[in-house]
């Protein structure tokens, strides 16, 4: 993944060093359970805990011999101990250090994102609480539809990424598992008990059932959870991106002093950042297809995952973490601009009070139909430029079933919108 699109967080994962640091603390642990079956010498292992290393460096000259990354990391760990490094990868495959290390980087990577995460819903929930009698206008199909608040908005995004926590949660419990059960999983060498010895005391479960590698359905899940949750992150993005549009403007990313909205046009601030968040989610949605398609192997394995796994897994997990916080930054600065949504709500005359009007005639006896074609023929008068409230008001039909009163109500913005609070409450917002 290119720095621009890259956490401090995830870079610590997934590094090249990084991995590796977790391929060499897989080797020892394999070769501490060896010397606790009385396999290893005491002495033999003391030299390995002490003495192995390995630079990307070397591993990379002695691959150009191998053309095979982990051996040439084995043998680099054997250079570095002496005779004992005889020991090192004993008894087990690649795929045994490779995806038990995979287990480790993909639990740490789930703490990541359930943490940033974490800190996007503070901020939405300062959000919403403090727009929760912020009324807008609701649309549906782009269209004025009926009245909201922003912060019944906002709780709408807190419970959806509220939910998509839980199912990182899931899927890092799911994926935190570890496999030393030898070639074809078939366990040869390694017993059932001592892989999971190793495992536990890595942090890891190990896998019940493994082939060669770990089955790739657990993979592919948590890839597909990270697209719904990068989905997630573009609703609320194309939601910011609409409301700052020139004719809408209800909302502004945070503009700073000498910020450059157009090479051409010194007047454009444009909606960048929200932006940038929609197609990074594209690649995210793209990367989970891909694991999709490793699910199904050849027999008990081959090489058709490791390829596409070097580029989809660390570029999504960086995507998604960059994802999370630049929403977050988003919301943060981001400018709320009541008096225009006032503006945009009272278009027309309150024709969004439609429903209203019909529903209440309804309750005064009329057929729904009925009902409907007078709330119609008075919203056709605003379409064509009338006050639709006045329109109603001289209804004969709305005069013979409605009183004043009764209307009044009908157009009561705070009446409609009594309810909106509870949504708060329902999504979990943190009101305190």
């Known amino acids: 993944m290119i720095d621009r699109y890259c956490t401090p967080a995830m870079s610590a994962i997934w590094s090249r060093q990084a991995k590796y640091d977790q391929w060499l603390k897989a080797e020892v642990a394999i070769c501490e359970a060896w010397c606790e079956a009385g396999k290893i ?209 209800e909302v502004q990313e945070e503009f700073k002093k000498g910020q450059t909205g157009s090479s051409a046009m010194p007047h454009k601030r444009n909606p960048w950042s929200s932006e940038t968040v929609c197609g990074l989610a594209r690649i995210v949605r793209g990367h989970a297809h891909a694991t999709l398609e490793s699910i199904a192997t050849w027999h008990e394995r081959d090489l058709t995952n490791s390829s596409q796994e070097r580029i989809v897994l660390p570029d999504t997990f960086q995507l998604v973490d960059f994802m999370i916080n630049r929403v977050n930054k988003i919301l943060s600065g981001i400018v709320v601009m009541p008096d225009n949504m006032q503006t945009n709500l009272r278009k027309m005359g309150d024709l969004v009070f439609s429903e209203h009007l019909m529903v209440s005639l309804v309750g005064k006896g009329l057929a729904r139909a009925a009902a409907y074609k007078v709330a119609q023929r008075n919203a056709a008068k605003a379409w064509d430029g009338e006050d639709f409230k006045t329109s109603v008001y001289n209804d004969p039909d709305v005069q013979a079933n409605l009183t004043e009163a009764e209307l009044e109500e009908i157009f009561s913005l705070e009446h409609h919108l009594r309810h909106a609070e509870l949504s708060l409450d329902a999504a979990g917002v943190d009101r305190s």
């Open 41 to 249: 010498p005491a002495a033999d292992m003391a030299e390995i805990r002490e003495k192995s290393a390995f630079t990307i460096e070397r591993c990379d000259e002695i691959e150009q011999e191998t053309r095979h990354d982990l051996v040439a990391f084995v043998r680099n760990l054997e250079e570095s101990v002496g005779p004992a490094g005889r020991w090192i990868h004993f008894g087990v495959t690649s795929y045994d250090v490779i995806d038990t290390a995979l287990g480790m980087m993909l639990r740490d990577s789930c703490d990541v994102l359930i943490e940033s995460s974490e800190s996007l819903l503070a901020t939405i929930d300062k959000l919403a609480e403090e727009h929760k009698a912020t009324p807008m206008i609701g649309r549906t199909h782009a269209i004025h539809a009926e009245p909201i608040t922003f912060g019944f908005k906002a709780s709408s995004w807190r419970a959806e990424l509220s939910r998509n926590i839980e199912r990182l949660k899931i899927a890092k419990t799911d994926n935190a598992v570890g496999k030393i059960s030898g070639a074809v999983g078939i366990h040869a060498h390694v017993s059932p008990e001592m892989e999971e010895s190793i495992c536990d005391k890595l942090g890891l479960t190990a896998d019940p059932v493994s082939t060669q590698i770990i089955n790739r359905d657990r993979l592919s899940s948590l890839m597909n959870t990270m697209a719904v949750l990068a989905g997630g992150l573009e609703r609320i993005a194309t939601e910011l991106r609409n409301l700052q549009r020139t004719e809408i403007l």
